[in-house]
């Protein structure tokens, strides 16, 4: 295994302590669901590749949309040219997303998506004399990408300490985050609405923008809430003026059900943030569609109102024709409906799971996503059971990656049932042999 011996001397991986977690799977291929070392073993992708893959690995179609292109053109710089990938796509995206989003903006990553969303609403009232509109609020747990910006509107995660006094400042409003029979929730929204109405009277005039993952925080732990808690809070930032950013990079193309969260929740946001599934998983490509009203705040006779931001590989070609051919398999394969089917498995199957194991709680699903927590009331070491369960689910040719004491499935939607439902018996199997263990944890899981 001549690559992993490459690896181990030339490679530094993100979000992992390199010195003491589980080993690497080498993976030379994918198909489908399926993921292959170069032994032939094969692991089912039930996290879908970090939250990427939508109709599987090494789609033909995709595969061959991106290989034509590549004969075609590759790439071109996108501030003073553009070419019919970059613009077809705008206008499928602009035609998929609800109406008043009207304008795409192309980068190449999640948090580089955040990052312009986060400088456009600033902008946004900056170029009309508003500069006293300069704060930004944010859900506790959210999560937005690693760069600066991104940073300081996700420290509540708890993965920046070292870089804490460089963030700038952020509100932080309680996320009420909820499960199936949770008798709470009710009583939490309104803890966190009325944080959101006393924090008006004394900001609504200071603040420029609130950034959300709608409906699902994805790497805090799958953590969910509820569609009218978010129309209420949009319809509060609105009373104000306030824009509403949402950071759609894990819920967009059908994580929660409908193609976009927005949709769920029936909310227009004033930004929206893509990357992730936008290329099918492919490759890497983002954009940040944008309101009209946003896009000609920008518009004037000087240099100075236009957004001076750019990536290298804005709109690149590959990545747009990745995208339009992902676009059209949502209606060749009805991939909407495949997303129902894994739903009502998942509901089925994470219910199973929580009458069979006692220390499983909080079971969760929406759309293509499930999850639930692991009890850490008992005694017994979380970080060393955090190791042990991955490679569990490894022995068992699971790809899964628990996020502390969440362990949740996000399969691409070509998974068939026998699989999903083979996932979730080899998952109870893990559950039985961990027994013991899984009684008696306490305190924290090591890593993301
Ligand atoms: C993954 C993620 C990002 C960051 O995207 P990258 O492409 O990894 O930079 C931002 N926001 C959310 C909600 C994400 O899940």
Known sequence: MTFMNDDRQYVWHPFRQEKNSQPLL???????????????????????????????????????????????LEQVLFADATHPQAATLARRLVEVLPESLTRIFYSDNGSSAVEIALKMAYQYWY????????????FEGGYHGDTF????????????KPFESYLFQVDFMPYPDTWEGDPDVDAKEEVALAWLETYLVQHAKEAAAMIMEPLVQGASGMRMCRPTFIQRVAKLLREHDILVIFDEVMTGFGRTGELFACQKIQVTPDLICLSKGLTGGFLPLAVTAATEAIFEAFLGD????????????????????????????????????????????????????SE???????????????????????????SATGRRLKEEFQKRGLFLRPLGSVIYLIPPYCITSDQLIHGYEQIDDVMKVMYEELMTLQGEFDGV
């Not at 910006?149 to 920046?160: L, P």
Request: glycine letters at 12%; charged letters at 20%; aromatic letters at 10%.
């Open 26 to 72: 080498g993976i030379v291929r994918g198909k489908g669901a399926l993921l292959f070392d170069e032994q032939g073993g094969s692991y089912l992708d039930l996290v879908a590749s970090w939250w990427l893959n939508l109709h599987g690995h090494a789609h033909p179609t995709i595969a061959k949309a991106i290989g034509d292109q590549a004969l075609v």
């Open 302 to 353: 000087t240099f100075d109102k236009a957004f001076a931001h750019g990536h290298s590989f804005a709109a690149n070609p590959l990545g747009c024709a990745a995208a339009l051919a992902s676009l059209s398999l949502f209606e060749e394969e009805d991939t909407l409906s495949a997303i129902r089917r894994i739903n009502s498995i998942h509901r089925e199957k994470i219910n199973w799971l």
């Open 149 to 160: 910006g991104a940073m300081a509107t996700g420290r509540t995660t708890g993965f920046y």
């Open 356 to 382: 069979r194991h006692p220390f499983i709680q909080y079971g969760r699903v929406m759309g293509g996503i499930a999850a639930f927590n692991l009890k850490t009331s008992g005694k017994g070491s979380a």
């Open 127 to 138: 170029n009309q004399g508003r500069t006293e509109r300069r704060r930004f609020i944010a």
